[in-house]
């Protein structure tokens, strides 16, 4: 949808011009897979599709939500936005922004119509909803005439779905739609949330993303599981190490010497995925600034081995065009991207070879699931800013 035609469903939904517009993109990880919440590293990029927020006052005491892809306008009164709806409103998402406003003593002076408009496919682990999230808490802080920045911003969005939508995620999704840059990757410590914007320019080769069409439940609690798990592990290796805050601490020859702690088998798998994958992540981006693509390319390769044997968050759907895009030449690296369960794999492809990798692995994906699978070529941009 074009912007003017957004300013249109504004109009028409609520009766007057909207004020201001506001943009926040949907992200895909590159490596570095459920490592956050962990205390490690991530490479993710913001896409160039996302999440438009268009506001405008109503000179009233309620906010109203609507979105394009929902029949309903949600109205909330002013001194409600810090309860969350009951069920799963997507209204919860932008709420929970805004009343972190309100919680920190940031009154809204009357009420704001809110349209959202978003090309991030829905449940595809390309953080919908963390696009979301940023959008609302960069326009409450920019109608507020405050001073918070991206950093603040993707705080606040992990925040909102920890205490409105109920899972415990880690920061990579929200950082990544707050501080994307064009044509490249934010390698991020999630622990100190120090970070560095890395280029991705790849001569002749792109980043494709396939979409298995099998939503991710990532509010499932399969999620949340990993996160208790990881807790577990980190809880027994303190009784050999108490000083250690958080599993990516550790490296690997570390690991094997104290991972005998861990009592519980499937903690202990958890464990040596996030051990993994730390050191995966650090020796792909020395590699990608060397600019060998090969190398990183078969680390996107051992990290999607380890999600499907050590995590278990992969499955049929994901496992199949993981492992049928391996067999291409012309691919140099596969695999899951996000939470898991469904959703996306991220693939590193020549040029040259794009067709018969979406041929290919579209055809078998087919006859394995019963499914079309979707292929886009991504384009990564920019963060989270006001339009007009
Ligand atoms: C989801 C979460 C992130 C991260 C990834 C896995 O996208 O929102 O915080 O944990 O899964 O890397």
Request: hydrophobic share 40%; glycine share 10%; net charge negative.
């Amino acid at each position: 949808m074009e912007i003017k035609e957004l300013k249109e469903a504004f109009a028409q939904a609520y009766g007057h011009e909207a004020d201001r517009i506001y943009f926040s993109p949907g992200r895909v990880n590159l490596i570095g897979e459920h490592t956050d919440y962990n205390g490690g590293y991530v490479f993710p990029c913001a896409l160039s599709f996302g999440t438009y927020l268009l506001l405008g006052r109503n000179g009233g005491k309620t906010m109203r939500f609507k979105s394009l892809n929902m029949p309903e306008i949600v109205e909330v009164g002013l001194d409600d936005l810090t309860t969350p709806l009951p069920g799963k409103s997507w209204v919860n998402y932008p709420m929970g922004c805004m009343a972190w406003y309100v919680r920190h003593g940031h009154q809204f002076d009357q009420g704001l119509d809110i349209l959202i408009w978003g090309n991030v496919p829905a449940g595809a682990g390309l953080s919908s909803s963390a696009a979301l999230e940023v959008v609302a808490a960069f326009a409450a802080n920019d109608y507020l005439g405050l001073n918070y920045n991206h950093t603040d911003f993707a705080k606040i969005g992990q925040l909102a779905e920890h205490e409105f939508a109920g899972v415990n995620c880690g920061i990579m999704d929200q950082f990544a739609s707050s501080w994307g840059k064009k044509d490249h990757a934010i390698h991020l410590n999630c622990d100190t949330l120090e970070f560095e914007h890395v280029p991705v320019k790849l001569d002749g080769i792109k980043v494709v993303i396939a979409n298995t069409h099998s939503p991710h439940h990532l509010d499932s609690g399969a999620y949340n599981d990993r996160v208790a798990q990881c807790q577990t592990a980190l809880e027994q290796l303190r009784t050999v190490r108490p000083a250690l805050k958080n599993l990516a601490e550790l490296t690997e020859a570390e690991f094997e010497q104290i991972e005998g702690a861990i009592t519980d088998p499937t903690a202990h798998k958890r464990a040596r995925h996030v051990v993994g994958e730390v050191q995966r992540t650090a020796d792909a981006v020395r590699a990608l600034k060397a600019g060998d693509i090969e190398t990183f390319g078969k680390l996107m390769n051992a990290s999607h081995v380890s999600l499907r044997d050590d995590y278990e968050v992969t499955g049929l759907h994901l496992d199949t065009l993981a492992e049928e895009a391996w067999k291409i030449e012309g691919v140099l690296g596969s695999r899951m991207t996000g939470g898991g369960f469904g959703g996306c794999t991220v693939s590193l492809v020549r040029e040259e070879a794009i067709p018969a990798f979406i041929e290919q692995v579209g055809k078998a994906y087919k006859e394995k699931t019963g499914i079309e699978a979707d292929f886009y070529i991504a384009e990564i941009g920019d963060g989270a800013r006001r339009i007009e």
